[in-house]
């Protein structure tokens, strides 16, 4: 089974600053995906940015960065150079990255950090 | 290309009344998905098709939830009688392949009174 924590429900930031949201993750697959979706108050939900469980490197998508340490079993997104348009809910997912059945690749998702950016 | 289509956007019902919520993948799209997503929660899988077949429903509420995909392309969830505990946004993705890039519609919200 796998479990993901965003044990932020809300998080403020200044226009033009830096801010990190936090995620922990649980799961007993070797291989796996983690995803951060970005649901603004439209509610489609936006992906953003995805880190293999092998991938060496933390992944970056221009201001997004994924800082992502396996050991401590977290993903954290950060963003820089936070704009008005970041504000929405932001949401941790993964998945097993697995070679059998549709129903291994389950996304599962955190509960969600709501970001407000202040001008 | 035309992103993922549901309809409709909002409905507001009254307990024990029925619903239906239609989604159109992007084309092409073997996999699709419905999520239920409570208010202040994250998205939780309903179901999972691979064309017109059922590869997980292990969440889906079967005694008052329904959903089909009958030619593999569009599908209908369908909720009856609904619950007050029912009103959430109704999400729908599509990916090309079971392990594929996931693509989420705008939502259909639904309020049970």
Known sequence: AQKITQTQPGMFVQEKEAVTLDCTYDTSDQSYGLFWYKQPSSGEMIFLIYQGSYDEQNATEGRYSLNFQKARKSANLVISASQLGDSAMYFCAMRPIGMSGGSNYKLTFGKGTLLTVNP | ?113
Do not use: M
């Open chain 2, 1 to 113: 290309e035309a992103g993922v289509a549901q309809s409709p956007r909002y409905k507001i019902i009254e307990k024990r009344q029925s619903v239906a919520f239609w989604c159109n993948p992007i084309s092409g799209h073997a996999t699709l998905y419905w999520y239920q997503q409570i208010l202040g929660q994250g998205p939780k899988l309903l179901i999972q098709f691979q064309n017109n077949g059922v590869v997980d429903d292990s969440q889906l509420p079967k005694d008052r939830f329904s959903a089909e995909r009958l030619k593999g392309v569009d599908s209908t969830l369908k909720i009856q009688p609904a619950k007050l505990e029912d009103s959430a946004v109704y999400l729908c993705a599509s990916s090309r392949t079971p392990n594929g890039e996931l693509f989420f519609g705008e939502g259909s919200r639904l309020t049970v009174l």
